[in-house]
């Protein structure tokens, strides 16, 4: 037994020296950081720490206070595994004393250390043993530690990565040090291969020794147990009465030997259970050890793509006067999320924010007058004359004031009336027993969701309400400058996002042959028809014909992605709109939508990626850019930007706003070209003329949040109307069921019909078979308004309008259409 103490005693003693090798465990080398007086923290580099047997690192961060001051310039001081901050720092002089800043006054106090800090003018701590360490972006770090949250800034990327570097190391001695797995090890060599093989060597034989000794364990209760039983039977045998003391003196010995062994066994027990304990924490730091080195890599990798990057921003930010910028920065005193806890803190506090990706263009706002004069002199890479801005531009006059006053102007129009408002939307709660009771034994595909997650309308009448700013296309085909009529092209094809910023709820799914049409021909002068031509995958055909001069068509199909967090929607399919007059033809693709938080929180939607709207005929192109949502970006929220180009690229308007608010158009009069960065790209300074509103959005109706967060034309896009096809999203039983509050009934008729379209398509699916058995070619499902050409713009198969469909309305023959509701 003694052997076997011995060699795991000593097989102890070498584990605790190979864990001291383990560089993340051991290295105190930690670079420290000191404070002036009246400026920010500078990196000292690698130091000694302030205290012995401490690392400690210093420095300044910017730390999340409160919506009403953002963030606010903080001392931070990292000692002991705890991480402090204060208001002001301690610098120690050479004469030993130290001088405690206060509101930027130096006054004289007596010598402090971190503790004397934290005991006057600590104003929070955190103990990184039990935190969690995360980077949000280049320039932030977020520290959360059950209830408390820190939402931390840097000046740069590279002092962001100082920081996490020193938390990381602190945050793994303070774990090293609760669990008590070694001493002060001070500086050591790296573990190599060697070391690691061995540890587990080690592990290996400390595993085998645990199992020699739970065998003699075993074997000791055992034998001990039969000397027992052995002795009292001797003791009840009829002997003489010397003979009979002896066996009871041996008696008295085998018990104190049974109770010595007993007592043996269960510090055997104890031992046991401890070093299995100790034998799992040290697989954990090997373990832990081996994730850090992985995490050092990638550090190290995206050190080099920030130190890049920084590179490209530095050699390609141009040199602009703030006189002539006209670029006003927004502060960051409000963010969209919570960010911690608040704080009383009411000291001014200078604001740096962390450098951002410089934006591909910079706009100037010129001055006509100066530009007039002195037009001649200016060289760049394209030139304009800012008094056509004024007066041959004159769609773009009207425009500026029809964006403003077209709700209340085509109020005026003789029109029917139609309704503004439906039932409020019902309170009810989503009870998930009530979704679950009903998948049980059925298949993942026949699983019903209910009408909780949508609203009253269809898939093909949200098609349908991209056309509210319709207006924009009329004026469109007035201009007689295929550029002009790229800007109000591309206002459109931003407007028609400006419906889904509240709208989180899921439309419903049209059914195969469903229809939908929207006849505005006497009131707006246009005429729009819907099909849902494929349900595997689902695709929607969509036809506008308008009398104003345009015409437009699109097949879009929807993709949808689910990464845990957030839904990505990715419509495909490209939209195609033609003018009489002209016969330009413009194509575009819409970009991607994304649902954020699905799972836990509050729905909201944001768009991005890149549009780009191509003149088929002139040649002429618009790229717009939407810029996705960002907490601490310097941007206004739902960005985008954009540049006008004729076929020789030259710019000639600049597009800009928000999709959810507005858009605008400035004139370029000069552009010039900035410094080359890396990757060979220019950044290019327009300077333009003042921009004028091509659209802006028409406000909600009141009490919108109740019903569904429509619009005025959503309002009206369910309305009951005569003389429609029987398959027209407005007879739809369910949807009109969920639209008047009655959603429980809505839930049971959806159902029926989606079992109803499975019947359908099962029936399809026999047919086909039978062709097949017979050697005969199967179609399957022709779409009844729509066929399918190959487009000679795009050269891709596309569902166009054949026609037909107005025609049986006003004969009201609608013998063709199928039964599917």
């Known amino acids: 037994m003694g052997k076997a103490a011995a060699l795991c005693g000593s097989g102890t003693r070498g584990l605790v020296s190979l864990l001291s090798a383990v560089p993340c465990l051991a290295r105190r080398d930690l670079p420290a950081m000191s404070a002036e007086p009246g400026g ?66 130096p006054v004289p106090a007596r010598r402090m250390g971190t503790q004397a800090e934290m005991a006057h003018t600590c104003r929070g701590t955190i103990n990184l043993s039990t935190a969690h360490i995360d980077t949000e972006d280049s320039c932030n770090i977020v520290l959360s530690n059950g209830g408390r949250t820190y939402h931390l800034k840097a000046n740069s990327e590279v002092e962001r990565q100082r920081w996490v570097t020193a938390l990381e190391l602190a945050k793994a001695k303070a774990i090293r040090m609760r669990n008590n797995q070694s001493d002060d090890s001070g500086d050591e060599e790296p573990a190599s291969q060697s070391d690691k093989s061995e540890l587990h060597g080690t592990l290996k034989t400390l595993s085998s020794k645990l199992e020699d000794l739970s065998t003699c364990n075993d074997l000791i209760a055992k034998h001990g147990a039969a000397l027992q039983r052995s002795l009292s039977e001797l003791e009840n045998l009829k002997l003489p009465a010397e003979s009979g003391e002896k066996i009871k003196a041996v008696n008295e010995r085998a018990t104190l030997f049974r109770i010595t062994s007993n007592a043996m066994i269960n510090a055997c027990r104890d031992f046991l259970d401890l070093a299995e304990t100790h034998s799992r924490k040290w697989q954990r730091a090997l373990q832990y050890e081996r994730e850090q080195r992985i995490r050092l890599e990638e550090t190290i990798e995206q050190l080099a793509k920030q130190h890049n990057s920084l590179e490209r921003a530095c050699r390609g930010a ?115 027993w009530s979704i ?81 049409e929207l006849d505005r021909l006497e009131e707006l002068g246009f005429r729009s028809l819907c099909e849902q031509v494929s349900h595997h995958p689902p695709a929607a055909a969509h036809h506008v014909f308008s009398t104003r001069g345009w015409t437009l068509w699109q097949e879009i199909t929807i993709a949808s992605k689910f990464r845990g967090k957030y839904l990505s929607i990715m419509p495909l399919g490209a939209i ?19 649902v954020h938080n699905i799972i836990v929180g509050k729905l909201w939607i944001d768009q991005s990626g890149e549009i780009e709207i191509v003149n088929h005929k002139s040649k002429d192109k618009c790229q717009l850019k939407f810029t996705p949502y960002s907490y601490f970006s310097r941007d206004v929220p739902r960005k985008v930007t954009g540049v006008v180009s004729d076929a020789d690229g030259k710019a000639h308007y600049v597009m800009s706003g928000t999709w959810d608010e507005k858009m605008e158009c400035s004139k370029i009069v000069q552009s010039s070209h900035g410094s080359t960065s890396m990757e060979g790209k220019q950044k290019t300074v327009y300077q333009t003329l003042s921009p004028k509103v091509l659209w802006k959005k028409y406000p909600l109706p009141e009490n919108a949040e109740n019903m569904y967060f ?32 009655r959603w429980d009934e809505a839930n049971v008729e959806k159902q029926r019909l989606e079992e109803k379209q499975r019947a359908v398509r099962r029936r399809r699916e026999a047919e086909a078979v039978e062709a097949l058995e017979e050697g005969k070619d199967y179609e399957g499902y022709i779409p009844l308004w729509f066929e399918r050409k190959v487009d000679a713009v795009t050269g891709e198969l596309i569902c166009v309008y054949k026609g037909g469909y107005w025609e049986a309305k006003d004969k009201q023959d609608w013998s063709t259409c199928p039964d599917i509701f």
Request: aromatic share 10%; with cysteine.
């Open 40 to 105: 920010r923290g500078t990196a000292a580099g690698a130091g000694p720490p302030a205290a012995p047997g401490s690392d400690t690192y210093k420095g300044w961060l910017f730390k999340w206070t409160n919506y009403l001051k953002g963030y606010q310039r903080r001392w931070f001081v990292l000692s002991n595994g705890l991480l402090s901050y204060y208001r002001s720092s301690a610098t120690v002089r050479s004469d030993g004393s130290a001088w405690k800043r206060v509101k930027s006054t």
């Open 318 to 432: 141009p040199g602009l006067s703030s006189s002539t910028t006209g670029i006003t920065s927004t502060t960051k005193g409000s963010v969209q999320s919570a960010k911690g806890e608040a704080s009383d803190e009411d000291e001014e506090t200078e604001y740096f924010d962390a450098m951002e990706d410089a934006p591909a263009f910079i706009t100037v706002t010129a001055d006509p007058k100066h530009h007039r004069r002195s037009g001649s002199n200016l060289s760049g890479a394209s030139e304009g004359h800012p008094e056509d801005w004024t007066l041959e531009d004159s769609v773009f006059e009207s425009s500026n004031q029809s964006s403003y006053n077209e709700s209340t102007c085509k109020d005026l129009l003789p029109k029917k009336r139609r309704r503004s408002r439906i039932p409020d939307k019902p309170n009810y709660s989503l009870n998930l």
């Open 436 to 516: 679950m009771k009903n998948c049980i034994g059925k298949e993942l595909s026949k699983i019903p969701m209910p009408v909780n997650f949508n609203e009253p309308l269809s898939m093909l009448q949200r098609l349908t309400e991209d056309l509210e700013y319709h207006e924009l296309l009329d004026k469109a085909a007035k201009c007689e400058s295929s550029t002009e009529q790229m800007c109000f092209v591309a206002a459109f094809s931003v407007s028609s996002y400006s419906t889904t910023v509240h709208r989180t709820a899921k439309p419903f799914n049209p059914l195969l042959g469903e229809t939908y």
């Open 576 to 594: 195609h709109l033609e003018f009489h007059s002209s016969g330009n033809h413009y194509v575009w693709r819409k970009v991607t939508s994304t």
């Open 710 to 741: 429509f619009s005025d034309l959503a309002l009206t896009l369910n309305e009951p109307e005569e003389r429609v096809a029987p398959t027209d999203s407005r007879l739809r039983p369910d949807q009109r069921l969920m639209e008047s509050g």
